[in-house]
């Protein structure tokens, strides 16, 4: 397939992709042929001295586009193999090119994946990489920056509330991820911590919306709940002065009586 082909089919995707609804599994096609495509390009052929700038512009635009809708997918893999390959047209041929709007959204997005997945050394290898005059000026940096900050202080309130000023709708995507592995932490802690908690302590404690989302939290984490008390316990031996131990009350208080029907 020629230049101008590819070039063709890449304004299909940009199209489909940019719709107010796009058909994603349409751009996963359209996407699987172009990467197909795209490894018949001049430039990446060994022995070719001057790379084409049509032919790099086109790879990086699909390969920003196959990173996006990786997030709009939920796919973490694709996204991490569409950023390690534009490492190379944003470090290697960046200074040829023209920027890209999509370069620090995506990087930015990749710092939050790092912390996301809780690979902090990874994450400040990637931050050198970056141009330091970013670091401090450009928001979709600023952005992951004081993520990690907030989570170094253990200010997780602040990393709770910074879903309202996302720099990108996509960011929540990492953000949540985020927010998942810091609550599991937080469970593992309260399990060594206390025996139980009421369901609204629970609630703030976790950031947790309702006690419906406690409830199946719980559930997952093998807690018990307690109806009557609108408690959970973490472990079921604790419930002794709950449900359990009013059973127990109630089968002695029985056990007296009938001894004493037979005394009188």
């Given at each position: ?14 199209k489909?992709?940019?719709a ?6 349409k751009?996963g ?36 586009i ?9 796919n ?16 290697d041929?960046?200074?040829k ?6 370069q ?29 005059k ?5 928001i979709?940096?600023?952005?992951p ?6 989570l ?5 309130n602040k ?29 593992s ?28 939290f ?12 609108k408690?959970i ?32």
């Open positions: 397939m020629t230049f101008q082909e590819s070039a063709t089919l890449y304004e299909t995707l940009k489909e992709f940019g107010a609804k796009p058909d994603l599994a751009c096609q359209i996407l699987a042929k172009l990467k197909i495509q795209l490894t018949g390009l001049s430039f990446l052929i060994p022995g070719q001295q001057q790379p084409n700038e049509k032919e790099v512009l086109l790879a990086r635009e699909v390969l920003e196959g990173a996006q809708w990786s997030i709009k997918t939920g973490i893999t694709a996204f991490e193999r569409y950023i390690s390959q534009l490492q190379t047209y944003y470090h041929h960046g200074p090119l023209p920027p890209s709007q999509r620090y959204p995506l990087l930015g997005l990749n710092l939050l994946r790092l912390l996301s997945q809780g690979k902090i050394a990874e994450f400040h290898t990637e931050l050198e990489m970056i141009d330091p970013q670091l401090e000026s450009n979709y940096i600023k952005h920056l004081q993520i990690e900050q907030w170094m202080e253990g200010s997780y990393v709770w509330h910074s879903r309202a000023n996302v720099p990108h709708e996509d960011y929540l995507f990492f953000v949540d991820i985020l927010m998942e592995t810091i609550r599991n932490d937080i469970a802690c309260s399990e060594k911590a206390y025996t139980s908690l009421p369901i609204s302590d629970a609630a703030t404690l976790l950031y947790l919306k309702n006690e419906k989302e406690v409830v199946a719980a559930k997952e984490h093998g807690w018990v709940i307690n109806d009557m008390e408690k316990y973490f472990d079921v031996s604790d419930i002794d002065h709950g449900e359990i131990r009013t059973h127990k009350t109630a089968r002695q208080v029985l056990g007296y009586a009938r001894e004493l029907e037979r005394i009188v």
